[in-house]
Every structure is written in structure tokens, then in C-alpha cells.
């Protein structure tokens, strides 16, 4: 089959790859001229994921706590007591997927128009024929929005490397900060080591102006980080979901965060994606008609969008629970003192966010008397 692929980001590599190994004839279309650049992502992922997919190579620092702080900078830590959680150099993941398929790619072209029917696609002023025609455009959503257009919560996230002192910093912990300053999302704080750190928060409003405030005005981060040299600035749009149930009309298939296939609680994308590369790869071994692949697709991986759009309610129902800094310091207190952190570290798994909402099902006595604590007293 002839597929065209938009977007050399990590989920068009690797569908590049994969499709090219099962004899298909692909050309990845990518508008930046170097692989990873711009950047925007974090590269906070899970051990299994670096296990699975990266390596040791492009990791650069790993962790096996999360200290959560509340508005009021009330903290509670999660320990995994091995490292659980890592962050990688992305460009160099990047890299490495584009080397396997660097033949197939076409850099410093962009792809200005789809014909989702025709499986057609506009480059250079001329219009191409494929059979298939891959959307891996990433968050950008322009190809997605002529096409169809959904529903996307998504806010603005912007993060800066810096060269600093990090003061009484554990660089085996990574820290998440909730803030007035971002009340749909969050603070995060990277030590990558040798005296870099990296830190970054979604909002809605300012996030720039924000981050810079939150450097030198944060009561704990602004002691942590002291004087600090920034290294670069980058960022994007977060998404926070609902992934797409059917990501493919017609001839035109969507995946990674083009089909918004990202949790929900921190819009990473990298596993979810590359999970559904292998849904894709799998509807291309089992269907030989182009015309069915989309609707195989779109089965195999319902599974994965369905527990991506479910976790995405349950954390608007905590968002509607935990609606205030207020109530938010007051559970971060009574979870602090109470035996749910045990609970929670226990059952940590950085791939499943509905796993520490399943452990508090599970001891719901010790969840229900917890938050009632916090919401009454
Ligand atoms: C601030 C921030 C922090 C993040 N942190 C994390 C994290 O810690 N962990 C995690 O798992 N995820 C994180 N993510 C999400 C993660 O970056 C994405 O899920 C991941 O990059 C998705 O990969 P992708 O290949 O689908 O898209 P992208 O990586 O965005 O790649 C899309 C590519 O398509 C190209 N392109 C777009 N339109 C066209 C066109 N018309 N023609 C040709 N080329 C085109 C773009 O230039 C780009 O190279 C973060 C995102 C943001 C914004």
C-alpha cells in the first residue's frame, strides 16, 4: 500500500517504521526541518515505558517519589521505593525512531491540505494520491480541525530548563505543585541533574508571565531554585482529552495526540500513542482491503480510548470534589496524616492513572472518612 504520514513526531516515526517493515510503501511528511525541534514535551515517563521503548540511553534523570504540594504548600509524598517514574531527552528519542526510517521522511515539507475521500493530500502546490493517509500532526489539530473538528479541552503548558543551585533539592523526587496560579492543571519540577532543573505549569492565562512569578515569588520553589540562568524556554498545548472514540473518516486515520490520545490527568501522550501504533500495525496485518483498516483500527484500540475518556471524568469529578485551594489543603492534611498515603504508594502505577482511584475504592472506609474529614472540619 502507498501511505502518506503527516508528522515526523514519535508516533509517525514509529508508525513509519512499523508500516514499512510489513512491506508498505510510506513517506513521512514532516514541516520543521530537524527531527524533535521544536520542542514541547516534559519526557516524564514511566519505567516501564523507558524499559519497553527508550532504554538507558536518552534517560536523564529517574525518581521514585512524587512530593505533591497543596496550594498552601502542605506536602504528601509518594514513595514507590524504587525508581518508577523517569524523564527522557525526547530529541534523542526522536532521533533514534527517525534513524530507523530516516529514508521515508521528507523534512521541511508541509502538508497544507487533506482529501480525506480521495486519500489525496496537498504538498508543494501539488496534490498527491495515496491509499491511505495518516494524521500525525500532533496537538496542533490543524488537519483535525477542516476534518473533524471535535470537541478538544487542551490548555497552554510552557516550561524552562535552568541552570541553578537547587537547594535542598532530592534529586530522586519529582515535585508537582497545585497553585492558585494554575487552577486546571499544575506546577512541575524536574531536577535533571548537574545542576539543571527542569520546570514547567499549564494555564490558561499568562502561563509565562506565571512561571516567571512562580521562579522568583513561590514560596518553596523560588528558595529551591535561588538564582538561576535559563537554558531555554518551550511548551505547547497541553490536551486533556476526549480522545477520539472513531479516529479515522474514510481513508484518513488519526493517531497520537491528533486523535487526542493522551491521560488526562497530565496530557502525556508518548505511551498512549505508541500504544495505539500498535493497534494501527495490527489492523494493517489483519485487513487487506484499505478501505476497512480505519473501522479495524478504530476497534482495536476502542479499549484504550474508552479508559482514556473514563479517566478523564473521574478527574473532572475530583476537580468538582477538590473544587477549592481550600478543600485541597484541607485533604492534603488529612491525607498526610492518615494511612491513604500507604494505600496510594502502594498501588503507584504511573501508566494507570485510575489505579490510585481504584485503591481508594477499594479501602473506600479509609478514603470516605478521610475526605469527609477534610470536607467538614
Ligand atoms: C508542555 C507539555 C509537556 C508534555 N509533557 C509530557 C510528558 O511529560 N510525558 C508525555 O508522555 N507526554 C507529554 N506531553 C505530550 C507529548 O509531547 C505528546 O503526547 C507527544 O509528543 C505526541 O506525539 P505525536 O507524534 O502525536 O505529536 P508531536 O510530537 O507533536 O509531533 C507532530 C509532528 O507533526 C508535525 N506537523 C504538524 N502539522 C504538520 C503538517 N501539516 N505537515 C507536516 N508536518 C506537520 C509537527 O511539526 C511535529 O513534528 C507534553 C506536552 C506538552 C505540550
Redesign the pocket.
Known amino acids: 500500500m502507498e501511505i502518506a504520514i ?9 508508525t513509519a517504521g512499523k508500516l514499512s517493515s510489513l512491506g508498505h510503501n510510506v513517506i513521512v ?4 526541518r530537524f ?2 525541534i ?1 520542542q ?6 514511566s519505567r516501564s ?1 523507558i524499559e519497553r521503548y527508550v532504554g538507558s540511553k536518552h534517560v536523564l534523570n529517574r525518581f521514585s517519589r512524587i512530593k505533591l504540594y497543596s496550594p498552601s504548600n502542605i506536602s504528601v509524598t509518594l514513595d514507590g521505593n524504587s525508581w518508577f517514574v523517569g ?1 527522557i531527552d ?1 530529541i534523542g528519542f ?1 532521533y533514534e525512531l527517525y534513524n530507523k526510517c530516516y529514508e521515508y521522511c521528507c523534512l521541511g ?4 491540505a487533506v482529501n480525506y475521500k480521495k486519500a489525496a493530500i496537498e ?1 508543494n502546490g501539488i496534490l498527491k494520491n495515496y491509499d491511505l493517509v495518516i494524521n ?5 489539530h ?2 483535525l480541525g477542516k476534518t473533524l473538528n471535535p470537541y478538544v479541552d487542551r490548555i ?4 524552562m530548563d535552568l541552570e541553578c543551585k537547587l537547594n535542598n533539592v532530592d534529586l530522586d523526587t519529582v515535585q508537582v505543585f497545585f497553585s492558585r496560579l494554575t487552577p486546571k492543571f499544575f506546577i ?1 519540577l524536574l531536577p535533571l541533574g548537574d545542576g539543571i532543573v527542569r520546570i ?1 505549569l ?1 494555564s490558561d492565562r499568562k502561563p509565562y508571565t506565571r512561571l516567571i512569578y512562580v521562579l522568583n515569588k513561590h514560596p518553596v520553589i523560588s528558595k529551591q531554585i535561588g538564582k538561576y540562568r535559563v537554558l531555554k524556554v ?6 486533556r482529552g476526549p480522545a477520539l472514540k472513531a479516529p479515522y473518516l474514510s481513508r484518513l486515520l488519526y ?5 487526542i ?3 488526562p490527568l ?8 505508541l500504544k495505539s501504533v500498535d493497534a494501527l500495525t495490527k489492523a494493517f496485518t489483519e485487513c487487506s482491503d484499505v478501505n476497512n483498516i480505519g473501522v479495524r483500527y478504530a476497534k482495536l484500540n476502542l479499549d484504550l480510548s474508552m479508559k482514556l475518556r473514563r479517566q478523564r471524568v473521574l478527574v473532572k469529578f475530583l476537580n468538582l470534589l477538590v473544587n477549592t485551594p481550600k478543600v485541597m489543603d484541607k485533604a492534603f492534611s488529612i491525607i498526610g496524616q492518615s494511612s491513604l498515603l500507604d494505600v496510594i504508594s502502594k498501588d503507584l502505577d504511573f501508566d494507570n492513572h485510575e489505579s490510585i482511584p481504584r485503591s481508594l475504592v477499594f479501602k473506600a472506609h479509609l478514603a470516605i472518612s478521610g475526605f469527609l474529614r477534610a470536607l467538614t472540619s
Open positions: 503527516i508528522g515526523a513526531g514519535p508516533i509517525g516515526l514509529s511528511y514532516e514541516e520543521h527531527i524533535g521544536p514541547h514535551c516534559a519526557g516524564v515517563v515505558f524523564v525526547r526522536d515539507v508541509r502538508v497544507k504538498v500525525a500532526e500532533g496537538a496542533s490543524k488537519i497552554p503548558g510552557v516550561q512541575w514547567g499549564g518551550f511548551g505547547g498545548w497541553i490536551l493517531i497520537g495526540d491528533s486523535a490520545q493522551v491521560k497530565t496530557g502525556g501522550g508518548l505511551l498512549t500513542g
